[in-house]
């Protein structure tokens, strides 16, 4: 008996080491693989163009040859489905396409006018990418583009638009970096529509394409992130401008940071102020059968700049100050409301997600066409109650007083 539980021991000790000693079965070579950093989707004749941009290991040690060869590398391949193009990369690349430390998905117009499911679809199902990339949608250009423009800041060209999306949306409140986990939940969730933020070239494109557009100091194209576009359901249907996308980033909590101007209050000169604290809370209510919405925006700003004619230690000029403050943001939340109400139905502020919390009876008779009630019917009441604190290290104004 005691040898039959000897050689079930180390039948188990074996078993145990064996599943131990099998980690590495699945391995790939990093000289057998390409990163890919970045990947564009274009529509063109009538199928996916895959565009995706590599690194080149060569070009990224210390002791490079500058000049020799660019440090990324773009490959493009069209096919019916975004899988087959990727795959189809493979007859011009010598490594495999490895997307697991993908940063950024830009699209064209035309794939966000058809939708944008589909493509998430495969970003999504795919064991390698992990969905932690940021998404935008190229706007007056191609996605393919964007990819093969040299940047300036960095020598990968994907992670100067990573880079820049993620500062941009903590210092600018009219961007947006929306993450592809953040749109999967938005298009899976009732009440609420997606947004994505828009990039476009500016410039002269085709020599922004050459190493020359960053060997001096003022470059001859660049790339911009510009405005929001608003999708319903998962289809783009417009653009917001820079006031009304600042009014939807402080509706929907997400100003870290960012600065704006405001017409003096007995002049025609402005001053500055930046937002550094912003708050919306939002109240759901139902009167006389339609629904209605409380925004409560609470924020903190300090003066930026002063260029008002007035004594800005005396009390009652600053307090008039805070005042315009306050009708300033609230008229760009209210402006940006009513703009996307009436314009597009498309509830990108996710009104319809706090009925379905508070009221989920109602909530199934509006589930179906909510679009049009939210159009339609939907009344919102804006407040606002911001404070100004500080003015910086000087009080007044350095131009002469009159």
Request: hydrophobic share 40%.
């Amino acid at each position: 008996m005691n040898a039959f539980k000897r050689i079930g021991a180390v039948i188990t000790a074996i078993l145990i080491i064996i599943m131990f000693l099998s980690g590495c079965w699945n391995r790939r070579e990093l000289n057998a693989i390409s990163v890919v950093l970045a990947m564009g989707i274009d529509w063109v004749d009538n199928q996916y163009e895959i565009t995706v941009q590599v690194s080149d290991p060569s070009q990224m040690s210390i002791n490079r040859s500058t000049g020799q060869r660019s440090p990324a590398i773009n490959f493009s391949e069209r096919a019916p489905t975004i899988f087959e193009a990727i795959r189809k990369i493979t007859t011009k690349a010598s490594r495999r396409m490895y997307l697991s430390h993908m940063r950024i998905v830009i699209i064209d117009e035309v794939v966000a006018e058809r939708g944008i499911r589909n493509p998430l679809d495969f970003l999504f199902r795919d064991h390698e990418v992990r969905p932690d990339f940021y998404m935008a949608i190229a706007k007056g250009c191609s996605a393919k583009d964007i990819l093969a423009f040299v940047t300036p800041m960095e020598v990968l060209p994907a992670m100067d638009l990573y880079k820049s999306l993620k500062v941009s949306e903590h210092a600018w409140a009219p961007t947006s970096a929306v993450n592809v986990v953040d749109m999967m939940q938005k298009l899976t969730k009732d009440g609420i529509d997606p947004v994505l933020t828009g990039i476009t070239l500016i410039g002269n494109r085709k020599k922004g394409m050459k190493m020359d557009n960053v060997k001096q100091p003022a470059s001859y194209a660049e790339y911009k992130y510009t405005g929001i576009g608003v999708l319903l359901d998962d289809r783009i249907v417009g653009w917001l401008n820079e006031s009304k996308s600042k009014g939807y980033s402080y509706i929907t909590n997400n100003v870290h940071n960012t600065v704006s101007h405001i017409s003096c209050p007995n002049s025609k000169e402005n001053f500055v102020i930046e937002v550094y604290k912003s708050k919306a809370k939002i109240t759901p209510s139902i009167k006389n059968g339609n629904p209605f919405i409380k925004v409560e925006l609470r924020s903190e700003a300090n003066i930026g700049e002063y260029h008002c004619q007035a004594d800005l230690a005396d009390e009652q000029i600053f307090n008039q100050l805070q005042e315009a403050a306050r009708q300033e943001q609230k008229k760009t939340l209210e402006d940006s409301i009513a703009y996307v109400q009436q314009k597009f139905g498309a509830d990108i502020f996710g009104f319809g997600e706090y009925f379905h919390e508070k009221y989920p009876r109602q909530w199934q008779a509006w589930k179906m066409v909510w679009p049009e009630v939210f159009k339609n019917e939907l009344k919102v009441e804006v407040i606002v109650k911001s404070e100004l604190h500080k003015t910086g290290k000087i009080i007044n104004t350095i131009h002469r007083q009159p």
